[in-house]
């Protein structure tokens, strides 16, 4: 009974972490900087990304930092079909831009109003 037992959990544990390492195969991260027009950085800005695939949803919100920086360490690769990154503050939305998700991206400086 306790070997079935430890059989049936360590069979569990490896399916766990087996399908926990293949999300990160297929993952990537994407960071970038929120400037206002005189490309001050702003902080406290929400940034969601929203997937294409419906049932997966809305990743975030994160928030930027002093220096205007934000960062979503885990993004699962979608090839052709492009997030959207939307970028808040409070209820405003501020920025809308598509984003391609294939590898490590790094948007760069977004500047808003």
């Known amino acids: 009974m306790k070997r079935t037992l430890r059989i049936v959990v360590s069979g569990l544990v490896f399916v766990a972490f087996f399908t926990l390492g293949v999300s990160y195969v297929h993952a990537a991260s994407l960071r970038g900087q929120i400037v206002d027009s005189q490309n001050r950085p702003m902080r406290g800005l929400m940034i969601s990304l929203v997937s294409p695939i419906p049932h997966i949803g809305t990743l ?12 979503f360490p885990v993004v699962e690769r979608r090839g052709d079909q492009p997030y959207e990154l939307q970028v808040y503050w409070g209820a405003k939305r501020l920025h809308t831009q598509r984003v391609l998700i294939n590898t490590d ?4 400086t977004i500047r808003v109003r």
Request: glycine share 18%; hydrophobic share 45%.
């Open 60 to 71: 975030g919100p994160v928030v930027t930092t002093s220096e205007g920086f934000f960062l």
């Open 105 to 108: 991206i790094d948007v760069g």
